[in-house]
């Protein structure tokens, strides 16, 4: 299948769902980006900067670019211009360093604060006492910042019932955030989870951001 024929798979499983594909172009040519561009998708996610700044020129201005892989405070600077959505908050320092970014070019970047859920010490990830001291230091600094949900990385397995209760994990945090900080807030709303290899399960505990790139693209293009 073509990676139009993959979209538009996607776009028909999605449908009546209340969730939406960012197709991740890490490692992936911006003709084929293109191709998925033509065929209808305008989210994308990128993992690196350096990618992402290359890529983003090149391709039409009207895509929603998210970054979702790990972030460094000195690199908020090169995408603040064009960013829509950074995926991976994980601190207080990257926040406001978001902020203030952000305010300098008189934007609006949305941020989800992403958690820590899996078994793997690698993922990065807050705990939920991190996000609750973040919240209370920061919800009244934040003037060009819009924090839209949470996102989390599960554990790579096929073990079903552990993919649950980590999504399950995730969805409680997204709830407890919305009661107890955003319950007057509209566009606090995002569930990010789920990737190729489990975005089916992802979709069934209420994710609204699945992010899938092998699937799409095929298997990663790493250059030699």
Same mark, same amino acid.
């Given at each position: 299948?073509?990676?139009a024929?993959?979209?538009?798979?996607?776009?028909?499983?999605?449908?009546?769902?209340?969730?939406r594909?960012?197709?991740?172009?890490?490692?992936?040519?911006?003709?084929?980006?293109?191709?998925?561009?033509?065929?209808?998708?305008?989210?994308?996610?990128?993992?690196?900067?350096?990618?992402?700044?290359?890529?983003?020129?090149?391709?039409?201005?009207?895509?929603?670019?998210?970054?979702?892989?790990?972030?460094?405070?000195?690199?908020?600077?090169?995408?603040?211009?064009?960013?829509?959505?950074?995926?991976?908050?994980?601190?207080?320092?990257?926040?406001?360093?978001?902020?203030? =970014?952000?305010?300098? *070019?008189? !934007?609006?970047?949305? #941020?989800?604060?992403?958690?820590?859920?899996? %078994?793997? @010490?690698? $993922?990065?990830?807050?705990?939920?006492?991190?996000?609750?001291?973040?919240?209370?230091?920061?919800? =009244?600094?934040?003037? *060009?910042? !819009?924090?839209?949900? #949470?996102?989390?990385?599960?554990t790579?397995? %096929?073990? @079903?019932? $552990?993919?649950?209760?980590?999504?399950?994990?995730?969805?409680?945090?997204?709830?407890?955030?919305?009661?107890?900080?955003?319950?007057?807030?509209?566009?606090?709303?995002?569930?990010?989870?789920?990737?190729?290899?489990?975005?089916?399960?992802?979709i069934e505990?209420?994710?609204?951001?699945?992010?899938?790139?092998?699937?799409?693209?095929?298997?990663?293009?790493?250059?030699?």
């Open positions: 299948m073509s990676i024929d993959n979209i538009r798979a996607f776009q028909q499983e999605l449908s009546g769902t209340n969730c594909l960012v197709a991740v172009s890490k490692t992936h040519p911006v003709e084929l980006i293109r191709e998925a561009y033509d065929a209808g998708q305008r989210l994308f996610g990128e993992n690196r900067v350096q990618e992402l700044t290359a890529k983003q020129p090149e391709l039409p201005a009207d895509i929603e670019w998210h970054l979702i892989g790990h972030l460094q405070t000195n690199k908020v600077k090169y995408i603040a211009p064009f960013v829509h959505t950074i995926q991976s908050i994980d601190s207080l320092k990257l926040l406001q360093e978001v902020e203030r =970014q952000a305010a300098k *070019h008189q !934007r609006q970047i949305r #941020v989800l604060l992403q958690f820590h859920i899996a %078994d793997e @010490e690698t $993922k990065f990830g807050l705990s939920w006492a991190e996000a609750e001291a973040m919240l209370r230091d920061a919800a =009244q600094q934040l003037q *060009h910042v !819009r924090i839209a949900g #949470v996102m989390g990385i599960a790579n397995t %096929d073990d @079903e019932g $552990k993919l649950r209760q980590e999504f399950g994990t995730l969805r409680g945090y997204f709830e407890r955030l919305k009661a107890d900080f955003f319950a007057d807030n509209q566009d606090f709303n995002e569930i990010s989870m789920g990737m190729s290899g489990d975005y089916r399960v992802a505990e209420g994710s609204t951001l699945i992010r899938v790139g092998s699937a799409i693209f095929g298997h990663r293009a790493y250059p030699a």
